[in-house]
Nanobody
Framework: QVQLVESGGGLVQAGGSLRLSCTSSGRTFSPYTMGWFRQAPGKEREFVAGISGSGTILSYVDSVKGRFTISRDNAKNTVFLQMNSLKPEDTAVYYC???????????????????WGQGSQVTVSS
């Protein structure tokens, strides 16, 4: 059984930075795309960033390009989301995610997600 455990998040002022981490267990980590989604109050969950199993292919939603960086450490079964220049509209619950098909591309938009982290609240004050 795949488990995703998140850490990080919190409250930050606009322009600040936060880093989210997500550690996976229950299967071999490296073949699988990992990603981050977020859900703001009253809105649908949206794809934010994804990274291929090798870490060489990245994908971002347009609204975070140039501000957020996704990375992974396959030796530690962990994926990271570094968030810089945060804006109030980035406020949401952020979820780590992965699926069951190995060797896929970095974008997880529209894909069936079988495994989710517990969610991390990110609040950006103006």
């Amino acid at each position: 059984q795949v488990q995703l455990v998140e850490s990080g998040g919190g409250l930050v002022q606009a322009g600040g930075s936060l880093r989210l981490s997500c550690t996976s267990s229950g299967r071999t980590f490296s073949p699988y795309t990992m990603g981050w989604f977020r859900q703001a109050p009253g809105k649908e969950r949206e794809f934010v960033a994804g990274i291929s199993g090798s870490g060489t292919i990245l994908s971002y939603v347009d609204s975070v390009k140039g501000r957020f960086t996704i990375s992974r450490d396959n030796a530690k079964n962990t994926v990271f989301l570094q968030m810089n220049s945060l804006k109030p509209e980035d406020t949401a619950v952020y979820y780590c995610a992965t699926d069951s098909i190995p060797f896929q591309g970095a974008s997880m938009k529209g894909r069936t997600i079988e495994y989710w982290g517990q969610g991390s609240q990110v609040t950006v004050s103006s």
